[in-house]
């Protein structure tokens, strides 16, 4: 039998002293947690898609994660553009979506409610309109219908 190990924790943050090139432009994080993420994630998929999409370009060009340090900074800053857009345009309905989602571990099935609201708002004062990609062409979106088919485990 092997002796266990104690683990060893520290409680010091790691931060790494090589700098960025000059080349590459500082960028802060966006500042939010997962829940907030969630609850925008349709909206920067589609308000950040140009910058995404050259992003994803540029890692299938090159795998090393320098290669695309300025791609992947415009991809934070339009996020946290609409983030600041969302919280000064629909921060009250934002945040009861977020909350929802934070107090049902995740699930957009149980904030249903609270999505509609923010969507509208998102639409009525954004322009921007809640759509999954990948969904079937022509079929209504499943946060828009008013009875799902819910699935359950079958025992």
Known sequence: MSAQKEAIFTHT??????PLPESV??????????????SASFFIGQYCKEYNDDFMLCKNENNDPKHCLTEGRKVTRC???????????????????WQCLEKNNQDFYACRKPERTFNTCVFEKLGLEKKIP??????????NKKNPVIRTHLK
Do not use: M, W
């Open 13 to 18: 943050k790691y931060v790494d002293p090589t």
């Open 25 to 38: 432009p500082k960028v802060d994080e966006i500042g939010a947690t997962s829940a907030p993420l969630k």
């Open 79 to 97: 996020a946290i553009n609409l983030i600041t857009k969302l919280r000064e345009n629909c921060g009250k309905e934002f945040e009861a979506h």
């Open 134 to 143: 990948g969904s079937p062409e022509g079929q209504e979106q499943v946060h």
